[in-house]
């Protein structure tokens, strides 16, 4: 997740952070020249082969604001479990809520462009085939935009469709991981709306 100064202090001195969902990652750290930021004209548009997806891992940042260079800064500052620095930004996707970003602006980043693992879920089968999406904002203390929820609704409907993901393998971290993330006020019908039961073929 998105860590500022004050979170990561608290971290150090062993306090609890109830909606910093941030979680270790397993993924390579492999050094990338690609951009961390920017949107394509299709946000779904890579530069590699499609990785055999078949999860969607749904996050909050647990903060007010931020957007893709922000978060990447942030990661840039972790290690793997192995003590090897992130890559930059865990997610594949991160939705804004207009401070920062648009409200409602959906960005790929390139871990998505490059079809690499995540660094968000806190296991590694869920980095390694779980396309990690995280909407700017803290949801413990209140719900995202309406802006935000569509564009999350939309991405999530069109990832599912693309790779035959069934909606019992859209989940949020909490179901994964010991954590609040995406917050209890995080609007799971309605981002599922659009998704149906099952998988076309499955």
């Known amino acids: 997740m998105l860590i500022f100064t004050a979170v ?3 971290k150090l001195l062993g306090l609890s952070a109830a909606a910093d969902c941030r979680a270790p990652s ?6 990338s020249a690609a951009a961390t930021s920017g949107q394509s ?4 548009q890579t530069t590699a ?5 078949k999860f969607i891992v749904l996050h909050h940042s ?3 604001t931020g957007d893709v260079a922000s978060i990447d800064q942030a990661h840039r500052q972790q290690k793997d479990s192995q003590g090897r620095p992130w890559l930059g930004i865990g997610y594949h996707f991160v939705v804004g809520n207009g401070h920062a970003m648009g409200d409602g602006e ?5 871990r998505w462009r490059e079809q690499l693992a995540g660094a968000h879920a806190g296991t590694r089968e869920y980095n390694e085939h779980g396309i990690g999406i995280c909407l ?3 949801f413990e203390d209140h719900a995202p935009t309406t802006k935000q929820i569509d564009a999350a609704r939309d991405l999530v409907r069109r990832l599912a469709e693309r790779h035959a993901i069934p909606r019992e393998r859209i989940v949020r971290h909490q179901e994964i991981q010991a954590t609040a993330c995406p917050g209890r006020q995080f609007p799971w019908e309605q981002v599922l709306l659009d998704v149906p039961p099952r998988a076309k073929g499955s």
């Open 136 to 138: 700017i904002g803290n």
């Open 8 to 10: 990561l202090g608290a």
């Open 26 to 31: 397993d993924a390579s750290a492999t050094p």
């Open 62 to 64: 647990a903060t007010g």
């Open 41 to 44: 004209a299709d946000v779904l």
């Open 106 to 110: 959906v960005q790929a980043t390139f």
């Open 49 to 53: 082969p499609v990785r055999p997806w």
